[in-house]
């Protein structure tokens, strides 16, 4: 059932979903090589934290932790996608998803009862 989730999970992420900075860029061909070379990873590594805070790896269901991850990319994606369309400021967006990370990884921490310390 993992390699299905995690199939099907890694097509919807690479053709299914937009380009995130596709707002904080006047050049559509720059943000494509910035998600190229940089954005993928940044997105990469979010999504693993955040999903890594409400499972746990080895422990839980590794389709549910391919869910989870899914999920995380995707509310990630979309998350930067409308504040870079809403915000200008390069330093004003990356203060405010800070924020909203954070807030997302207590949400999560809290919905799925784990006991982390930031």
């Not at 890694?10 to 596709?22: E, K």
């Not at 994606?77 to 207590?106: A, E, H, P, R």
Request: aromatic share 16%; glycine share 6%.
């Amino acid at each position: 059932m993992y390699k299905l989730i995690h199939l099907i999970s890694a097509i919807i992420r690479q053709f299914l979903l937009p380009n995130p900075y596709i707002n904080l860029f006047n050049n559509e061909m720059y943000a494509d090589l910035f998600n190229i070379v940089i954005g993928g990873l940044i997105l990469w590594k979010l999504s693993y934290w955040l999903t890594g805070v409400g499972y746990k790896k080895g422990v839980d269901n590794p389709a549910e932790e391919s869910l989870g991850y899914l999920f995380s990319y995707c509310y990630l994606t979309m998350t930067i996608t409308v504040l870079g369309s809403l915000i200008n400021s390069i330093k004003v967006f990356i203060i405010i998803f800070i924020i909203v990370y954070i807030l997302s990884m207590i949400m999560v921490n809290k919905t799925f009862n784990k006991n982390y310390n930031f």
